[in-house]
């Protein structure tokens, strides 16, 4: 009630002088004088001043803490008035938007606090450029790698640190022998992301030796493994049959059946000389598997040409929609061969004469499956293993080269079993 009586008594100041100079002159009877219309205008003028004056500095108090949230101060409050309740509610909801403004700055910085120190602790190189290829977030790992202070790298082009390579080309893919990235191989990934609205560009570079180079061991190990398995299997017998031989020489007047222990000694002999050199090439066709020859590939037409290849069961082909893709044909047909014949002879194995192709195309993909009703996976762990079979007479390439294939065309190859029934389903993925 205070502050209303108050903003009235303000407003009311300016016209009391100009009406009581009005009830002056009525009850003089006459016009007033220059001299009191010289005091009422004064009187008239110095009210609006008085009254104008608190306004003005309630103005400038707004002004002050809109340009201090401007400048990113939120520390300056406005203090409310008992005279004017209106102005007192636009200072508290300026209070209010100084607070939230205040919130939202902290967690701006902390959020900034955390990425910086998570990017610093990681053993990767992070770096991030902006349009104009200017490096605007390195972390020590990069520094450390580049030869120079994270502080000095800030603000640097990626064309003086010759790192040009890093923006441009496919990704993810792995870098060696470059001047300014020594040691590696380094695994690229990139990605896109906006701060403050302008586009920037993300590069993670990750030392990929150590993986490799265990990877390499495993593999030299199963490698070992396998070819000292296969050779042990052959040169047993040999030895064995060949000593036997050389140990009956002495007596081979005296016993009449030596000539034929001999005859078959060396039959074992040479099919086991066989069965190593048939081993040894199937080594070599693995491992020395051509870069595809890219050309266009109807999907339809692939799969319909080598079902009509299996003649031992009935290859039904479900259709699917019509589509391409970039990929060496000789290569696809080989890889389609092994699996259908995969899925044949296992359902021959259970008396069953027949298996289904389907082929779909996902979002960004192809994707073919060879179903079968046999026996189904018992022995997961080995299925891609060069040359661990459980066929009689089989090599144990024809699945680690569909693989090879695959993963030669950016693709994939898995073996599942089936989930509603007996038998196995084969699966490759390549990319549209």
Same mark, same amino acid.
């Given at each position: 009630?205070?502050?209303?009586?108050?903003?009235?008594?303000?407003?009311?100041?300016?016209?009391?002088?100009?009406?009581?100079?009005?009830?002056?002159?009525?009850?003089?009877?006459?016009?007033?004088?220059?001299?009191?219309?010289?005091?009422?205008?004064?009187?008239?003028?110095?009210?609006?001043?008085?009254? @104008? %004056? !608190?306004?003005?500095?309630? /103005?400038?108090?707004? =002004?002050? *803490?809109?340009? +201090?949230? #401007?400048?990113?101060?939120?520390?300056?409050?406005?203090?409310?008035?008992?005279?004017?309740?209106?102005?007192?509610?636009?200072?508290?909801?300026?209070?209010?938007?100084?607070?939230?403004?205040?919130?939202?700055?902290?967690?701006?910085?902390?959020?900034?606090?955390?990425?910086?120190?998570?990017?610093?602790?990681?053993?990767?190189?992070?770096?991030?450029?902006?349009?104009?290829?200017?490096?605007?977030?390195?972390?020590?790992?990069?520094?450390?790698?580049?030869?120079?202070?994270?502080?000095?790298?800030?603000?640097?082009?990626?064309?003086?640190?010759?790192?040009?390579?890093?923006?441009?080309?496919?990704?993810?893919?792995?870098?060696?022998?470059?001047?300014?990235?020594?040691?590696?191989?380094?695994?690229?990934?990139?990605?896109?992301?906006? @701060? %403050? !609205?302008?586009?920037?560009? /993300?590069?993670?570079? =990750?030392? *990929?030796?150590? +993986?490799? #180079?265990?990877?390499?061991?495993?593999?030299?190990?199963?490698?070992?493994?396998?070819?000292?398995?296969?050779?042990?299997?052959?040169?047993?017998?040999?030895?064995?049959?060949?000593?036997?031989?050389?140990?009956?020489?002495?007596?081979?007047?005296?016993?009449?059946?030596?000539?034929?222990?001999?005859?078959?000694?060396?039959?074992?002999?040479?099919?086991?000389?066989?069965?190593?050199?048939?081993?040894?090439?199937?080594?070599?066709?693995?491992?020395?598997?051509?870069?595809?020859?890219?050309?266009?590939?109807?999907?339809?037409?692939?799969?319909?040409?080598?079902?009509?290849?299996?003649?031992?069961?009935?290859?039904?082909?479900?259709?699917?929609?019509?589509?391409?893709?970039?990929?060496?044909?000789?290569?696809?047909?080989?890889?389609?061969?092994?699996?259908?014949?995969?899925?044949?002879?296992?359902?021959?194995?259970?008396?069953?004469?027949?298996? #289904?192709?389907?082929?779909?195309?996902?979002?960004?993909?192809?994707?073919?499956?060879?179903?079968?009703?046999?026996?189904?996976?018992?022995?997961?762990?080995?299925?891609?293993?060069?040359?661990?079979?459980?066929?009689?007479?089989?090599?144990?390439?024809?699945?680690?080269?569909?693989?090879?294939?695959?993963?030669?065309?950016?693709?994939?190859?898995?073996?599942?079993?089936?989930?509603?029934?007996?038998?196995?389903?084969?699966?490759?993925?390549?990319?549209?």
């Amino acid at each position: 009630m205070k502050q209303r009586v108050v903003a009235s008594l303000r407003a009311s100041s300016i016209a009391l002088p100009p009406l009581l100079l009005g009830v002056l002159c009525h009850y003089r009877g006459g016009a007033p004088s220059w001299v009191e219309l010289s005091v009422t205008a004064a009187l008239s003028a110095l009210a609006a001043i008085w009254l @104008l %004056s !608190g306004s003005s500095r309630r /103005l400038r108090t707004v =002004s002050s *803490v809109l340009a +201090a949230y #401007r400048e990113g101060d939120f520390s300056i409050r406005a203090r409310a008035t008992a005279s004017d309740p209106a102005l007192n509610d636009v200072f508290s909801e300026l209070n209010h938007l100084g607070d939230t403004l205040r919130g939202h700055r902290l967690g701006e910085m902390e959020a900034w606090a955390l990425l910086r120190k998570v990017v610093a602790e990681v053993d990767v190189i992070v770096l991030a450029c902006d349009e104009q290829r200017r490096i605007r977030l390195a972390n020590e790992a990069a520094a450390k790698l580049l030869g120079r202070p994270v502080a000095s790298l800030i603000d640097s082009n990626a064309s003086e640190l010759d790192l040009d390579e890093l923006l441009a080309g496919p990704v993810p893919r792995t870098l060696e022998g470059m001047e300014t990235l020594p040691g590696g191989p380094w695994e690229l990934r990139r990605g896109a992301f906006r @701060l %403050s !609205g302008e586009a920037h560009t /993300l590069l993670v570079l =990750s030392d *990929v030796s150590h +993986a490799l #180079r265990q990877r390499e061991r495993d593999a030299w190990r199963r490698l070992v493994r396998v070819i000292g398995h296969e050779i042990n299997n052959s040169l047993a017998p040999i030895q064995s049959i060949s000593r036997s031989i050389a140990e009956g020489l002495p007596a081979r007047d005296e016993d009449p059946e030596w000539e034929q222990d001999t005859r078959s000694g060396l039959e074992v002999i040479g099919r086991r000389s066989e069965s190593l050199a048939r081993f040894m090439q199937a080594y070599a066709q693995l491992a020395r598997l051509p870069e595809p020859r890219v050309g266009e590939v109807s999907v339809a037409e692939w799969v319909r040409r080598v079902a009509k290849l299996e003649q031992r069961v009935t290859v039904e082909v479900l259709e699917g929609p019509p589509c391409k893709i970039r990929a060496d044909g000789d290569q696809l047909d080989q890889l389609l061969i092994n699996l259908v014949k995969n899925a044949a002879e296992a359902s021959q194995e259970r008396g069953s004469s027949s298996v #289904r192709m389907r082929w779909s195309r996902p979002k960004g993909a192809v994707v073919i499956q060879i179903e079968d009703d046999g026996a189904g996976i018992s022995n997961r762990g080995n299925l891609f293993v060069p040359f661990f079979t459980t066929k009689p007479g089989g090599s144990g390439i024809g699945l680690a080269l569909a693989r090879q294939i695959a993963e030669a065309h950016g693709g994939s190859l898995t073996l599942e079993n089936r989930a509603a029934a007996n038998g196995a389903v084969a699966t490759v993925r390549l990319p549209a």
